[in-house]
């Protein structure tokens, strides 16, 4: 089960596969899908939001290997602007993506936090990874400001190609201790 969660400015809700709708058109843009891994096709299929929730998305939810929310901002609801999820596993925990109009305004820093919270205190996970492209400067800042350390360098295929990875990690004592400290 994925509960609803919320930030100051944002109500996280969990994902349904009715959400595709909205979430395709902003997502099929290169802003969006340029530093994610090549298993997103380029260019993108007109259902390939729709049949990402229902054939790997949603099952993993379904199998409690994933937790998944659409993103919405308080002053409009009703609007899906983005996604943020956690996975199970070695080599990534957590992924987002935000509609362009939305990025720059400090909306995924505000998710990230409430949802690593959610990783660490309710999951109970041990460490959060997260590889990204060193190009994805917003993603890597992120990480950064959560106070997350880079354990690995490499390279990965991106849809925009090969391009050098940091894969940054933090473990749950770390987590708390930035909580306990009063930063974030
Ligand atoms: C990555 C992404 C989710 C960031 O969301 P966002 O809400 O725009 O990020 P924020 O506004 O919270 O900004 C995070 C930090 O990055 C900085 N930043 C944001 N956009 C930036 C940009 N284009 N260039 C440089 N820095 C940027 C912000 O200033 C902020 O730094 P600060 O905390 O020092 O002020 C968004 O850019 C996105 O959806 N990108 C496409 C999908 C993607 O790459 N997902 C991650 C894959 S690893």
Redesign the pocket.
Known sequence: MTPPLETPRLLLRPLELADAEQAQPLFAQW??????TNQVTWPFPPDGVHNYYRDVALPAAERGDAWHWTLRLKSDPDRLI?CISLMKGREINR??????A?????????A?EVVTDYCFETLGFPLLR????VA????R??SE?QGMRIVETKESEYVSGRLPTEVWEITAEEWRARKAAGIG
Not at 95 to 100: I, K
């Open positions: 802003e969006v899908v340029r530093y994610l983005g992924g987002f993506w935000l509609g362009a939305w990025h720059g305004q400090g909306l995924m820093s505000e990230c997260a590889p990204k492209a994805n400067v917003a993603s800042r992120i400001r």
